[in-house]
């Protein structure tokens, strides 16, 4: 944890009760000297087999936070309720994911200014989801994004992208089998908004990598973090700065 930073659990009231639960946990990461300067708020999303304590998640946040933006993750209902598999409908998940919004809102006073949102695997679709609904966003960030069944192209399901205003950012592992780099490619011709793509040489869904690689998990966290954290200030400067 770095010192100047704190981070809080909080608990994020849900709408409904969902599998027995009317709350979920989140970790709210508060940087040092909030809610002065910028008022950047980033909330992430988790996968559908895993929950709050992703470590690539974990380690995102502590790192944006210490640059001095808000951070926010949290636990989907399934997680909460220690399910190992996504059991919530997207419908649910899009509803946790406002609850959490909620929460940036508790204190008009320390409301953020500007706003990214994003997650792996599930989470990024909720995400996309949410901005498409609309929810304003200064950017959207997916990681993991699982465009079709595992292994079959053929059904990729983009539309939720074609419906999305605000810019993204596609940070994908090269053996993805959830998201076929090509039928990715395909579809982000037809996207309206301001996009760009990442691809991580060898990661899977997971972004892990094989030993044969020579890379460690660490490794591949902390590229992942420079490219988030470098289009997140190309985002902040303007619309018109080139990558």
């Not at 220690?82 to 508790?106: I, M, Q, T």
């Not at 997650?119 to 990024?124: D, E, K, S």
Request: with cysteine; proline share 8%; net charge neutral.
């Amino acid at each position: 944890m770095e010192p100047s930073s704190q981070f809080q659990e909080i608990d994020i009231r849900l709408a409904e009760p969902v599998h027995g639960q009317d709350h979920v946990r989140g970790v709210l990461g508060v940087p040092e000297w909030w809610p002065t300067g910028e008022r950047v708020a980033i909330v992430f999303a988790h996968g559908s087999a895993s929950d709050l304590e992703d470590p690539l998640i974990v380690t995102l946040c502590r790192a944006l936070t210490a640059r001095s933006f808000l951070t926010l993750r949290f636990n989907f209902p399934f997680a909460e309720a220690g399910k190992r598999s996504s059991a919530d409908s997207p419908l649910v998940l899009e509803r946790c994911f406002r609850a959490a919004l909620n929460v940036l809102g508790r204190d008009p006073a320390a409301l953020p200014a500007r706003l990214f949102l994003g997650g792996i695997g599930i989470g990024a679709r909720a995400a996309a989801g949410l901005v498409a609904d609309p929810v304003r966003a200064d950017g959207l960030f997916l990681l993991g994004f699982p465009l079709h069944p595992q292994d079959k192209p053929a059904l990729a399901d983009p539309e939720v992208l074609f419906r999305t205003t605000s810019p993204m950012l596609f940070i994908q592992g090269e053996r993805d089998r959830r998201c076929d780099g090509e039928a990715l490619r395909r579809a982000l011709r037809r996207v309206g908004a301001p996009m760009e793509l990442y691809d991580v040489a060898e990661a899977d869904g997971h972004f892990h990598v094989p030993r044969r690689s020579g890379r460690t998990n660490e490794e591949v966290q902390a590229e992942i973090f420079g490219v988030l954290s470098n289009w997140i200030a190309r985002r902040l400067r303007g619309p018109g700065i080139a990558p």
